[in-house]
């Protein structure tokens, strides 16, 4: 398959947020906006994941929201029942691929080798998650896979921070960086949205 619209092409930077109090998603999804980052990935790592991707699709429109760490088949399902607009993993199992497909959403498959790589263009994808970015061999392998994978474009995620974002962006194969610094967590136990709002905007300006 094709992917139907371009993911890692929208923001410089994709907040990968855990949300532990349901209550947070909404005023998180806000601030991203507020700082100019109308995207979000919300990790299917807590209970209340699926209810916070649904808040948020129903009272944020104006953010695409994604379901991160999809890591079963049925997850897949759920996050897209739950109102997901995108669905990113960090893996690309057969399984996995064909339940993202059936979902009918755009989604992020990862990739960490240069094997898994050329499995998922075979398979009609050209854009993926790069993950875990840094322990894998970070910008480097990125860079010295261009020449001779042209096709693959990638959203490095895991590890990157605004210290490395910058040199993962001047890649010519990254679209886009993922991470998780724009939502630390004692911003969120503060309920401090003007400091993520702050962080969003900071991460849009790269
Ligand atoms: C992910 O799920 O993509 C990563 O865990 C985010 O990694 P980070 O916390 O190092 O940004």
């Known amino acids: 398959m ?7 092409d929208r923001v410089p930077v994709v907040p990968v947020v855990v949300v532990d109090r349901v209550e947070d998603a909404v005023p998180i999804a806000r601030a991203l906006v507020d700082g100019g980052i109308p995207v979000i ?14 808040r948020i699709a ?3 429109p104006e953010i695409f929201v994604g379901a991160g760490t999809i890591v079963s088949p049925q997850q897949a399902k759920e996050a897209a029942a739950a109102g997901a607009q995108f669905l990113v993993s960090p893996g690309s199992t057969p399984s996995l691929l ?13 990739v960490a080798t240069v094997s898994e790589v ?7 994808y050209t854009e993926m998650k790069f993950f875990p970015a840094e322990a894998a ?11 001779p994978v042209q096709a693959a474009r990638f959203c490095p995620t895991g590890g990157i921070s605004p210290a490395n974002a910058a040199e993962y962006l001047a890649l010519p194969n990254v679209g886009c960086v993922g991470g998780s610094w724009i939502t630390p967590p004692a911003a969120v136990v503060a309920r ?11 991460a849009s300006a790269f």
């Open 118 to 124: 050329l499995g998922l263009l075979e398979a009609g």
């Open 41 to 54: 990935e919300l990790t299917l790592r807590t209970p209340v994941a699926l209810d916070a991707i649904e």
């Open 137 to 147: 061999g970070g910008a480097q392998f990125l860079g010295s896979i261009h020449s």
């Open 2 to 8: 094709t992917m139907p619209e371009s993911l890692i």
């Open 192 to 202: 401090d949205w003007t400091r993520i709002a702050m962080l969003a905007a900071a």
């Open 58 to 60: 129903t009272e944020v």
């Open 98 to 110: 064909r339940a993202m497909t059936d979902t009918g959403l755009p989604h992020l498959p990862g």
